[in-house]
C-alpha cells in the first residue's frame, strides 16, 4: 500500500436527515487516527477540513433531491481534492460525514482510474435515485450516482459518467435495501453479500470472493466503509443503524484480509455520528479499523 497518505475530513451531514455525522471527522481525529497511520510508518499529511455550506431547511424541489445544490457543490470540491491528492502519488483517506461525499471522493478517484473497483462496507446499498428514495436524502444514493444513475448533476461530477462498473462493485453486509435498490441490483447484477451470506459463510470466505472478484480486471479498488455496516452494539453513533450487523472482530477480520490483499488504493470512513454516540465508541471503532486495514498486527 501506498505509504503516502492524505486525510481530508468533509463535516456534512446534509445528505442525510439526522444531523450530526457533520462532527464526524472531529470525532475520528480526536480517537487518535492520524497518531496511529503514523505509528505504521506512513507519511500522514491531514489537510484539515473541506468548507460545508450551512443549511437548515432545505430548498423545496420536485426532484426529491434534498439539498442538492449543496450536495453538488461538495461533491466538486471533494473530487477535486482526492484527484490533486492522486496526481501528488498519495493515497487518499476521506473522514466523512455522511455517505453522499462517496459521490465526490470516487468521481476524484475515477478520473485516474479506467476500471475503478469498489468495496462497498454498509449495511445499505446506497442505489436510490430520487424516483426510488423513501426519504429524498442523496446518503442513499452515491453509489447510484458513481454508476451514473440519477439526476445528472449528481452522477457528473468532474464531467463524467459513469465512473464505476456494476461489475467491478462488491457490497458486504447489506440488510435493508429498499424495492428500488434491489430491482437494480438484479438488474445490473452487482455482487452483495448480505449478512445471510456472511453468517452462512464466515467471513474469511467472503472477503477471498470479495477480494478476487473486485480485483478481476480493475487498476486499483476503493474502499467505502460505513460505520452502520457493523452491528449497532459494536457501533451505536450512526444515524441509520440497522441491528443484526457484522461484528467488530468480523469487521478487523475484513480489513486484515485486504491489507495483506494489498488491493487498497483509495478508502473513506462515513456516517460517525458524535451525537448518537457513547463516549465516542463508534470513532475509536473507526480508527481501530483503519489501523488493521494499514496493517497494524497484534504481534
Given at each position: 500500500?501506498?505509504?503516502?497518505?492524505?486525510?481530508?475530513?468533509?463535516?456534512?451531514?446534509?445528505?442525510?436527515?439526522?444531523?450530526?455525522?457533520?462532527?464526524?471527522?472531529?470525532?475520528?481525529?480526536?480517537?487518535?487516527?492520524?497518531?496511529?497511520?503514523?505509528?505504521?510508518?506512513?507519511?500522514?499529511?491531514?489537510?484539515?477540513?473541506?468548507?460545508?455550506?450551512?443549511?437548515?431547511?432545505p430548498?423545496?424541489?420536485?426532484?426529491?433531491?434534498?439539498?442538492?445544490?449543496?450536495?453538488?457543490?461538495?461533491?466538486?470540491e471533494?473530487?477535486?481534492?482526492v484527484?490533486?491528492?492522486?496526481?501528488?502519488?498519495?493515497?487518499?483517506?476521506?473522514?466523512?460525514?455522511?455517505?453522499?461525499?462517496?459521490?465526490?471522493?470516487?468521481?476524484?478517484?475515477?478520473?485516474?482510474?479506467?476500471?475503478?473497483?469498489?468495496?462497498?462496507?454498509?449495511?445499505h446499498?446506497?442505489?436510490?435515485?430520487?424516483e426510488?428514495?423513501p426519504?429524498?436524502?442523496?446518503?442513499?444514493?452515491?453509489?447510484?450516482?458513481?454508476?451514473g444513475?440519477?439526476?445528472?448533476?449528481?452522477?457528473h461530477?468532474l464531467?463524467?459518467a459513469?465512473?464505476?462498473?456494476?461489475?467491478?462493485?462488491?457490497?458486504?453486509?447489506?440488510?435493508?435495501?429498499d424495492e428500488?435498490?434491489?430491482?437494480?441490483?438484479k438488474?445490473?447484477?452487482?455482487?452483495?453479500?448480505?449478512?445471510?451470506?456472511?453468517?452462512?459463510m464466515?467471513?474469511?470466505?467472503v472477503?477471498e470472493?470479495a477480494?478476487?472478484?473486485?480485483?478481476?480486471?480493475?487498476?486499483?479498488?476503493?474502499?467505502?466503509?460505513?460505520?452502520?455496516?457493523?452491528?449497532?452494539?459494536?457501533c451505536?453513533?450512526?444515524?441509520?443503524?440497522?441491528?443484526?450487523?457484522i461484528?467488530?472482530?468480523?469487521?478487523?477480520?475484513a480489513?486484515e484480509?485486504?491489507?495483506?490483499?494489498?488491493?487498497?488504493?483509495?478508502?473513506?470512513?462515513?456516517e460517525?455520528?458524535?451525537?448518537?454516540?457513547?463516549?465516542?465508541?463508534?470513532?475509536?471503532?473507526a480508527?481501530?479499523?483503519?489501523?488493521?486495514?494499514?496493517?497494524?498486527?497484534?504481534?
Amino acid at each position: 500500500m501506498n505509504k503516502n497518505i492524505s486525510v481530508i475530513g468533509v463535516p456534512m451531514d446534509l445528505g442525510q436527515g439526522r444531523r450530526g455525522v457533520d462532527m464526524g471527522p472531529s470525532a475520528i481525529r480526536y480517537a487518535n487516527a492520524i497518531e496511529r497511520i503514523k505509528r505504521l510508518g506512513y507519511d500522514v499529511k491531514d489537510l484539515g477540513d473541506l468548507s460545508i455550506p450551512r443549511v437548515e431547511e432545505p430548498a423545496e424541489n420536485n426532484l426529491n433531491l434534498k439539498r442538492l445544490d449543496e450536495v453538488t457543490q461538495v461533491s466538486q470540491e471533494l473530487a477535486e481534492k482526492v484527484s490533486a491528492i492522486i496526481s501528488e502519488g498519495r493515497f487518499p483517506l476521506v473522514f466523512g460525514g455522511d455517505h453522499s461525499i462517496a459521490i465526490g471522493t470516487i468521481a476524484g478517484v475515477a478520473q485516474h482510474k479506467k476500471n475503478l473497483g469498489v468495496i462497498w462496507y454498509d449495511a445499505h446499498g446506497d442505489l436510490n435515485t430520487g424516483e426510488t428514495s423513501p426519504s429524498g436524502n442523496i446518503h442513499g444514493m452515491p453509489l447510484a450516482a458513481s454508476l451514473g444513475i440519477g439526476h445528472e448533476r449528481l452522477t457528473h461530477i468532474l464531467g463524467f459518467a459513469p465512473k464505476i462498473k456494476p461489475e467491478n462493485i462488491v457490497i458486504i453486509g447489506a440488510r435493508d435495501l429498499d424495492e428500488g435498490e434491489k430491482k437494480l441490483i438484479k438488474e445490473l447484477g452487482i455482487k452483495v453479500y448480505t449478512m445471510h451470506e456472511i453468517d452462512r459463510m464466515g467471513m474469511t470466505k467472503v472477503m477471498e470472493e470479495a477480494v478476487e472478484y473486485v480485483s478481476n480486471g480493475t487498476d486499483g479498488v476503493h474502499l467505502s466503509l460505513d460505520l452502520d455496516g457493523l452491528d449497532p452494539h459494536d457501533c451505536p453513533g450512526v444515524g441509520t443503524p440497522v441491528i443484526g450487523g457484522i461484528s467488530y472482530r468480523e469487521s478487523h477480520l475484513a480489513m486484515e484480509i485486504l491489507a495483506e490483499a494489498d488491493i487498497i488504493t483509495s478508502c473513506e470512513f462515513v456516517e460517525v455520528n458524535p451525537i448518537l454516540d457513547q463516549k465516542n465508541t463508534t470513532a475509536n471503532v473507526a480508527v481501530a479499523l483503519m489501523g488493521s486495514l494499514f496493517g497494524e498486527k497484534l504481534i
